[in-house]
């Protein structure tokens, strides 16, 4: 018997049930084990912390005693050093290590980092410099060229220079302290200004809401798919297909092209070829079932309700909503770390990002991240997954739902929480808009953002 309201069967095959079955238990079960396997990975947070103090150290010189307090805080050099304590030795870097010795008082201390065996010819050739008796001296023209030709930074050839008995006027690079201070205003003062006026936004939000002064929400548009359509579309198409078989096929072929180009931009390129055949299984279904589906019946805006135009509204509304969600994602993340630690299981791209110095490779990346990402994760989570689950379930378990599906499948227990924060303004977003492009305007915004603030630090 075929619906009179959206042209399809009412009755589903059996055999499509039973895929869906299979599907759902082996997605959980790849799930599950993603999510376990996320507690092994190591967590950026460490990294990122050290970058910050780095650049903080580094950028000191150049800034203003009104802006020192509030970027750097009173004893950069302090602070830099206490977290180097704190860290592992094995840990860390060549260059880090060669840092922490330079600021290193305690001579017990000092003495095992100088003793410690460094990979890097450059940077042995200063670790040995700062090993000779006496310091600190009086820097010699040849000490002078040792430093320029050895130091492969900035903020190494400072260290050193000054452990070796230079003045902070001898050693300071005012150009590159410069252009650490432009970064440090950026990447610090960027995100607590969009967290102060999201915060004002969102008080604002909560307000009209109380006094009910917000505006109506547009009826929800739904493709006429089933809860069975969904699970084969995320559970087999994106998890089963897209995250296990499909891989077995593409990585040896990414791994065949990216070897003939060099490191980053190989690992680049890997990630590229790998996000492309990750998200080729579902679309491919999607398209499958929107296309089985009685035409005449596509709402205006079609089965996705894009709605491009006007794209400016667009813009304004997934800016907005950006705005509002970066406080709760924020402050669930800092009680996750004040009550739990830190967990591990980030994305490893924001590591990649982190320590990325080619820009071809940051590019591949900022497209992975900031545009196929949001385009592929909003189709499916806000344009399919939530509008039907709104029509099965009503609006607030859709909006649970598609978030809790949304967080689960970035497969990171440390991110969970957020992420679900995150999905839920997502949801809110397209269920106040009635579009599915804000969506994926605020979700760009998300990840590119972020990937602009990891390029600031670590440059």
């Known amino acids: 018997m075929t619906s009179p309201l959206n042209g399809r069967s009412n009755v589903v095959p059996k055999w499509k049930v039973l895929l869906a079955v299979v599907s759902m238990v082996l997605a959980c079960s790849v799930w599950f084990l993603g999510l376990m396997d996320s507690l092994g990975r190591p967590s950026v947070?460490?990294?990122?912390?050290l970058e910050q103090q780095e650049l903080a150290l580094l950028a000191d010189p150049a800034l203003t005693p009104t802006l020192k307090p509030l970027l750097v805080?009173?004893?950069?050099?302090?602070?830099?050093?206490?977290?180097l304590r704190e860290t592992p030795l094995d840990s860390l870097s060549d260059r880090q290590t060669l840092l922490y010795a330079s600021l290193e008082n305690d001579p017990g201390r000092r003495k095992t980092l100088l003793e410690t065996p460094l990979q890097l010819p450059n940077l042995r050739t200063l670790q040995e410099t700062l090993a000779t008796e006496p310091l600190p001296r009086d820097l010699s023209s040849e000490d002078q060229d040792l430093l320029t030709e050895n130091s492969p930074d900035p903020l190494t050839r400072r260290l050193v220079c000054e452990a070796l008995g230079g003045s902070q006027a001898a050693c300071v690079e005012s150009s590159a302290a410069k252009a650490a201070a432009r970064r440090l205003v950026l990447s610090e003062l960027m995100p607590l200004g969009a967290l102060l006026l999201g915060s004002l936004l969102l008080v604002r939000q909560l307000w009209l809401l109380f006094r009910r002064k917000q505006s109506a929400w547009p009826e929800l548009q739904s493709a006429p798919l089933?809860?069975?359509?969904?699970?084969?579309?995320?559970?087999?198409?994106f998890v089963v297909l897209g995250e296990v078989l499909v891989p077995l096929l593409v990585t040896p072929l990414s791994a065949l092209v990216a070897r003939s180009i060099a490191a980053p931009l190989s690992q680049s390129v890997v990630v590229l070829i790998g996000y492309c055949a990750l998200a080729t299984p579902p679309l491919l279904i999607l398209k499958s079932q929107l296309d089985g589906l009685d035409q005449r019946l596509m709402p205006v805006g079609g089965w996705l309700q894009w709605r491009v135009r006007p794209w400016w509204s667009a813009l304004f509304q997934g800016g907005r909503a950006w705005l509002m969600v970066m406080p709760p994602v924020v402050l669930t993340g800092w009680l996750m770390s004040q009550v739990i630690g830190d967990q591990g299981g980030s994305n490893p791209l924001l590591e990649m990002v982190l320590n990325g110095r080619d820009p071809l490779a940051l590019i591949l990346l900022a497209i992975t991240a900031v545009v196929l990402a949001p385009l592929f994760e909003e189709t499916v989570f806000r344009g399919v997954l939530l509008p039907v689950l709104g029509r099965s379930f009503g609006r607030g378990l859709s909006v649970f739902g598609s978030a809790l599906v949304f967080a689960v499948a970035h497969l990171s227990?440390?991110?969970?929480?957020?992420?679900?924060?995150?999905?839920?303004?997502?949801a809110l977003l397209r269920l106040s808009s009635g579009r599915l492009l804000p969506c994926v305007v605020m979700h760009a915004l998300w990840n590119g953002v972020t990937f602009l603030n990891l390029v600031l630090l670590g440059t």
Do not use: N, R
């Open 413 to 426: 227990i440390g991110e969970l929480l957020p992420l679900l924060v995150l999905g839920l303004g997502l």
């Open 73 to 83: 805080g009173q004893d950069p050099a302090k602070s830099l050093l206490e977290t």
């Open 45 to 49: 947070a460490p990294a990122l912390s």
């Open 226 to 237: 089933g809860l069975v359509d969904m699970v084969l579309l995320i559970a087999g198409g």
